[in-house]
């Protein structure tokens, strides 16, 4: 059966029968025009987000730096996300990342008592701040 170009706009509610087990049958409904599924996960995609912000937690949970990270990000309780970002703010603006391995990062006498050492990579960055971080 074809369908024509006039009807394959319309929106309907129709019952299709999907085989669960031998002699028994299961319906379903199919979603309407307006309602898709596209828009029933983000719907519950925003919500889950908005949970997760307003409980503060994971990376939006609040934490205080240490005296030594407080000095490059400040003295205030943060989100993680806020204390990384503004890592790489100070790293960029003071240009502290080695310009033959980008991945590598020059420290400072700042950036040398929160990460304990002359250099790191970027990806041990995170290792060492966490050490500078507490529960707000």
Known sequence: ???GP???GKAS???SAVAVSPGKRHHKR???GKETM??????GAEKAAETQTKAGTGIHA???PSKELGVIVGNDALPRSEVISKVWDYIKSKNLQNPENKREILADADLQK???REK????EMNKYISQHLTKA
């Not at 596209?38 to 719907?43: D, G, R, V």
């Open 114 to 116: 929160v990460f304990g």
């Open 62 to 64: 609040a934490v205080q």
């Open 1 to 3: 059966m074809s369908v």
């Open 120 to 123: 790191c990579t970027m990806f």
């Open 38 to 43: 596209a828009t029933k996960k983000k719907a």
């Open 13 to 15: 509610l129709t019952i």
């Open 30 to 32: 199919r979603l309407s």
């Open 6 to 8: 006039a009807e394959m």
